[in-house]
């Protein structure tokens, strides 16, 4: 296969993806000290969805995201340590720490929020999209979404009026196995999640989520025709996650040894640096050298959170309206 | 000043919106009508408040959707956030129950939750109420489980001059607005200003002044609480009849300048009556204007009880100028509870 991109973009993607590996497992190790409040979804696993997907995406295009959304928000550009103090309550944080981990958002990227509410994002997706096909300004729009969300009626509403209004929007589903405790092969009653979101009316196609190739590529396509005033689609990316639904998940209901097993078999970065290693796209040590980066951002990131002022309790009442 | 029907001063003020600011456009069920039918496009609204919009505004503004109340809403509120002025309608208030979620936990939390990065300038436009005999699930108003959500902003026109002046007023607001426009008032002539008409959100109107007791009253219930006080007018009591116009926000100086005036207080409200706008604002008063009051505080609501459908049924299930005035009476027999 010849590259499909400059090495350039190679290295930008791995940073991506590894800076939300690091930024996961780290918060994997800070959680149980206790500094971290409220309830916590890590997205360990599924990097090459959440970048390959926002590899294809300009500033200006916005995607709505959910509970579990750090790798959504990291791929489209939020800042790292403003993260970190959100995820912490911190004032200095994306949403001033009125927000936390289900709810961070950054509108300056085109990040128009994770979401607590599973299948609370699409219809907020077709809105947007409705809202760029009438304004005629060529963005795209993208309302992520797991294998639990594509139960809810919210999002099948969203995907027939998305058809109906023929507006520039892409539904991804994550479909990493599991709806909080509950097998995914259990909860979703069609054979394949693809047709039945082909049976919606818009084309869907199935991925390998493990495969950053593989999602930029179906991803690309996805998008020219949005863009090019088609109408949406949907893309169901199969994957896994390294952790549980949320952090102190006990996990008991996966076998013992899935998750170390899936570490080996299914890890997107792996399958990322043997592959641009292999086919001498770019070296090892190019790889590594970001690594080390991302983790002294993340070590600092994490230093800089802690030490962060609380938000001040006169912000308690503020922002509620514009004005009242 | 002219005057018009409660429908024609919502046509009036969204057709003056419209033609003002192009970001606005309406979603709903049929707000155009015939989309795709073998007969004829553009039946102008369900309940007729969009006559010849869809040729004047095309299909970008007017957009007929799906019966889809989440997707209607949630459509509405993400155009919101990226550059529209939509108005998203719900064709009866019950249907709420549909689209709580896009409402309660998306619109009005993003500009807190996102720590002020956005305003959500939505309006969702909902027909409420009873007195056409249209049942439990058509006939409700559910104005109080909007106005307990911090974010949302409430609007209740009781005449067709409010509903002129706060529509206009809504379409320029830049938060999330619910309006709701009372389905048996549809018909209710009027004086209305013409041409542009804002009135401010959390201004009462007092529609009438006396010196006995304070009525406020919701909606519908202005005009029954008008007749009410006509009746007492007859034995030389005179109220004072309060109209909030929006629940949310609240004008309690209005409410309570005026109980301090009279010393009574009634509170008429359609609304069933549990955690009820009415019992909102008795709260308020007791509270805040308990030196105040002179006798217990009235509230004449609905019972505790669905909407029924039976013409009979219906008529003593919505409180009427009768009881208004009977209420009334009582707070000026002193010890009344």
């Known amino acids: 296969m010849s590259q499909p991109m400059s090495a350039e973009d190679l290295l930008g993607a791995w940073r991506r993806m590894v800076t939300i590996r690091e930024f996961e497992e780290r918060l994997h190790k800070e959680m149980p000290k206790g500094q971290i409040p409220g309830f916590t979804h890590l997205y360990s696993g599924q990097e090459a969805i959440a970048v390959g997907v926002c590899d294809n995406l300009s500033l200006e295009d916005v995607i709505v995201s959910t509970h579990r959304g750090h790798g959504h928000c990291l791929a489209k550009g939020c800042d790292v340590k403003a993260m970190m103090q959100e995820i912490y309550g911190r004032a200095g944080g994306l949403c001033g720490g009125k927000g936390g981990s289900m709810h961070i958002a950054d509108f300056s990227k085109g990040m128009l929020g994770a979401n607590g509410i599973v299948g609370g994002g699409p219809p907020l997706a077709t809105g947007a999209a409705l809202a760029f096909r009438n304004l005629g300004n060529g963005r795209v729009s993208v309302g992520f979404g797991g294998d639990g969300s594509s139960n809810q009626g919210t999002v099948f509403e969203a995907m027939n009026m998305a058809v109906v209004l023929k507006v520039p929007t892409l539904f991804v589903f994550e479909n990493n196995g599991y709806s909080e405790n509950t097998a995914a092969d259990y909860a979703i009653g069609a054979k394949d999640l693809a047709s039945r979101c082909a049976a919606f009316g818009m084309p869907a196609e199935e991925g390998d989520g493990t495969d950053y190739f593989d999602v930029y590529e179906k991803t690309r396509r996805a998008v020219a025709r949005a863009r090019n005033g088609e109408g949406p689609s949907s893309l169901v990316f199969t994957c896994t996650r390294f952790f549980g639904h949320f952090e102190g998940d006990p996990q008991k209901y996966r076998a013992a040894d899935e998750v170390a097993r899936f570490r080996q078999s299914k890890d997107c970065l792996g399958r990322f640096r043997t592959r641009v290693t292999g086919e001498g796209w770019v070296r090892d040590a190019a790889l590594d050298e970001i690594r080390e980066e991302v983790l002294a951002l993340i070590d600092e990131a994490v230093e800089e959170a802690m030490a962060a002022p609380m938000p001040d309790l006169a912000t308690l009442t503020t922002d509620v309206y514009t004005r009242y | ?337």
């Open chain 2, 1 to 337: 000043m002219a005057v018009m029907t409660y429908r024609e001063a919502l046509t009036d003020a969204y057709r003056l919106s419209m033609r003002k600011d192009p970001r606005i456009c309406i979603l709903g069920e049929d707000v155009a009508g015939g989309a795709g039918a073998s007969g004829q496009r553009n039946i102008g609204g369900i309940f007729g408040p969009w006559p010849d919009f869809l040729p004047e505004f095309g299909e970008q503004r007017m957009i007929d959707t799906p019966i889809s109340e989440s997707a209607i809403v949630g459509t509405a509120v993400g155009a919101a956030l990226c550059g529209l002025r939509p108005v998203a309608e719900i064709m009866f208030s019950d249907f709420l129950g549909l689209c709580l979620d896009q409402i309660w936990n998306q619109a009005a939390k993003f500009r807190y939750m996102f720590g002020g990065q956005t305003s959500c300038p939505v309006v969702i436009r909902v027909n409420t109420g009873a007195g056409m005999s249209a049942g439990s699930q058509h006939s409700q108003t559910g104005y109080a489980m909007m106005t307990n959500i911090p974010g949302l902003k409430v609007v209740v026109p009781a005449t067709p001059a409010d509903v002129k002046g706060l529509v206009m007023t809504a379409l320029q607001d830049p938060d999330p607005v619910i309006i709701f426009d009372h389905k048996s008032l549809f018909t209710e002539k009027g004086e209305v200003p013409e041409g542009e008409f804002y009135l401010p959100f959390g201004e009462a109107d007092l529609v009438r002044e006396g010196d006995d007791c304070t009525i406020v009253a919701i909606s519908r219930m202005v005009k029954f609480s008008e007749k009410a006080a006509d009746k007492l007018a007859e034995d030389g009591i005179t109220v004072d009849i309060v109209n909030p116009r929006t629940l949310s926000p609240l004008d309690e100086e209005t409410i309570l300048e005026s109980v301090a005036h009279t010393g009574r207080l009634v509170v008429v409200d359609e609304s069933n009556p549990r955690c009820s706008a009415a019992t909102d604002i008795a709260a308020l008063v007791a509270s805040k204007g308990f030196s105040s009051l002179k006798a217990a505080i009235e509230l004449v609501t609905a019972p505790h009880s669905p909407p029924p459908f039976a013409p009979n049924l219906e008529r003593a299930y919505v409180p009427g100028p009768k009881h208004i005035e009977a209420a009334v009476r009582r707070t000026l027999q002193g010890r009344n509870r």
